[in-house]
T-cell receptor, first 113, second 113 residues
């Protein structure tokens, strides 16, 4: 089944403790992206990647890191999480074609205390 | 730059009522337009799309027509059901290069029996 898989679904952590949220897609998509969703603010893009070893900042990259060493994986790293990073995070992927829709994972709800 | 503006929610309707969710966009060139739906506890999924002016996208009883003259892509459904309760996102694709989408803030729809 074609899908984008994020792990974990839920994560509670403390300020400053490094964490990684994994994202994997099995559709051979070039484009991958991370978003955070907050009430009243909609979806905001954190980072995106057009292909292996190519990553770019989105609208709200501060406090986050990503890597794209393999085409299928695009982990999101929070080196020193803070409470303002408490949010719902989504990974998404798409083929690099203009009319292609995004495929989303089911989300990771992160709470930083 | 590109932007998408959606009507504020929540939109609250009774079952079998007519639904309209307004979406207008600003973009250079000829973007593709999308509606995504997010059911509770899930990621976003594509609902419908239109790739050029006057195209009508349709799916699950929902329709939207790409209106270039009014830069709009309003979502409509003739008779909503309780199961349509979700958050709806309008989006466009970036033009003139690789695919990078822009999302509206989302509109919550609540349908009562």
């Amino acid at each position: 089944e074609a899908q984008v898989t994020q792990n974990p679904r839920y994560l509670i952590t403390v300020t400053g403790k490094k964490l990684t949220v994994t994202c994997s897609q099995n559709m051979n998509h070039e484009y991958m992206s991370w978003y955070r969703q907050d009430p009243g603010l909609g979806l905001r893009q954190i980072y995106y990647s057009m292909n292996v070893e190519v990553t770019d900042k989105g609208d709200v990259p501060e406090g986050y890191k990503v890597s794209r060493k393999e085409k299928r994986n695009f982990p999101l790293i929070l080196e020193s999480p803070s409470p303002n990073q408490t949010s719902l995070y989504f990974c998404a992927s798409a083929p690099d074609r203009r009319y292609s829709p995004l495929h989303f994972g089911n989300g990771t709800r992160l709470t930083v205390t | 730059g590109n932007s998408v503006t959606q009507m504020e929610g929540p939109v609250t309707l009774s079952e079998e009522a007519f639904l309209t969710i307004n979406c207008t966009y600003t973009a250079t060139g000829y973007p593709s337009l999308f509606w995504y739906v997010q059911y509770p506890g899930e990621g976003l999924q594509l609902l419908l799309k239109a790739t050029k002016a006057d195209d009508k996208g349709s799916n699950k009883g929902f329709e939207a027509t790409y209106r270039k003259e009014t830069t709009s892509f309003h979502l409509e459904k003739g008779s909503v059901q309780v199961s349509d309760s979700a958050v709806y996102f309008c989006a466009l694709s970036r033009t003139g290069g690789s695919y990078i989408p822009t999302f509206g803030r989302g509109t919550s729809l609540i349908v009562h029996p």
